[in-house]
């Protein structure tokens, strides 16, 4: 109890005297405050869904930049003679590139052309930083050109910029272009200027007003949420429709030009919103999102696969689904790496990747999720069997990290009922709550008051 003294001064007037006397009386008031709100209670959870990442707050324009999609040149329309090969490529993770010769004719032309994600949107007076890798094709050419456009909505050009191959080695070449206009959905042509033939991959274009790789108004406005909290990078993502395409951070490290290609769980998963060009390129990785946790105040926390891919979407005992629980050991060192890339010093292995990323500097790294909506089924603990695998190892190496499980995709129900007191016996730090409930569901008098 906290006791409040309030003085009140009552002034009484007297209506047969020209002055009045005020009159001084004394109140107690007890008052009882609620709990604090710690501020990570509160705050923002990510996940590269309708084009999130790539085409959303990561501010690359370009779709398909590496050729690496199952299309090779989904995303890309070509002219002349254009084609694509994995011969001596620049990046062992992503081997394909295309190659422009000459059309065969002086009024013919090679190249090709992006519109991004659903139209490239440019503004007024801003640049754009244009890199693209490249080689001559042949051994014994001299020398190749080829010219950058940005190209209007009319299809009139806004800038355009040459760029002179002078080797055979692979080698990054920038040019800047500037708008002068806006223009919601614009694009971006490349085409070859000299005889001689060109190969080009990790074609890129992205605002010069990018913070680190993400879009500078985005990040303006997530930080100014005031987040506690920033849980990424999903989300069902963390799952993956399969083992295979489970989010893998180390995948997601380093180059961005050598980050490999992931299919995006969500791109076939809705028949009235079918995405076969959603990929995640992973140039939104670990360290970006790390990053942006720091630039907007508030605590990362990382979520991990378990072993178990999207149960929604395979059986029970789907064995390209569920990792073995005795063939774990991998995913839990992916986990323990996680903390050391996080928070290690620069002598330690997954440290020095950080450091040389440009973040010397430990991220302070406290909470770890294992697992994102998985569950147990009635005869099968397939979730809590995993959970106290991981736990039994990153416990007692890293005890000053507090582990985070789940109750499943359910606030009620039969999933909640038996993973809630499960996850009290296993003594996580924390657990997760989804819910999918409408507002109503919220203000009901019972629901409302689920935490006090």
Known sequence: MKQRQFLTTLAATLMMSLGAQAQQHQF?????????????????????????????????????????????????????????????????RNPHYVTLESAGHHQKVTGLENRGFFGMGLKKDMTYDFTVYARLHNLQGKEAKIRVEIVDDQDVPID?????IGNN????????????????????????????????????????????GLRADLVKDLEDLHPGIFRFPGGCIVEGTDLETRYQWKHSVGAAEDRPLNENRWNYTFPHRLYPNY?????????????????????????????LACQYQNGDNDKNAHVAVDDLQTYIDDALDLIEFANGDTTTTWG?????????????????????????????????????????????KHPEIKYIGTTGPDSEGD??????????????????????????????????????
């Open 279 to 307: 990929y995640q390129t992973y140039g939104l990785g670990f360290y970006e999102y790390f990053l942006l946790a720091e630039k907007i105040g508030a605590e990362p926390l990382p979520v991990l696969s378990c072993g």
């Open 160 to 164: 355009r910029k040459s760029i002179t």
């Open 28 to 92: 107690t008031v007890n008052t009882k405050p609620g709990a604090p709100v710690q501020s990570t209670m509160y705050g923002i959870f990510f996940e590269d869904i309708n084009f999130g990442a790539d085409g959303g707050l990561y501010a690359e324009m370009v779709e398909n930049r590496s050729f690496e999609f199952p299309d090779r040149l989904m995303g890309w329309g070509t002219f002349g003679n254009v084609t694509v090969s994995d011969v001596k490529p620049a990046f062992d």
């Open 415 to 452: 999933k909640f009922r038996m993973l809630q007191p499960k996850m009290k016996e296993m003594k996580v730090d924390l657990y997760d709550e989804h819910f999918y409930r409408n507002a109503a569901w919220f203000t009901d008098s019972i629901n409302r008051r689920r935490y006090d």
């Open 352 to 396: 020095r990747v950080r450091a040389d990323m440009g973040h010397p500097a430990p991220f302070n790294l406290r909470f770890l999720g294992i697992g994102n909506e998985q569950w147990d089924y009635k005869d099968n603990p397939a979730f809590t069997a995993r959970l106290q695998k991981f736990l039994d190892v990153l416990k007692k």
């Open 169 to 212: 080695k692979w080698q990054k070449y920038t040019v800047q272009l500037k708008s002068n206009k806006t223009v919601a959905k614009g694009l971006m042509r490349i085409f070859l200027e000299s005889a001689e033939a060109v190969d080009l991959d990790h074609v890129s274009l992205f605002p010069g007003d990018n913070w680190n």
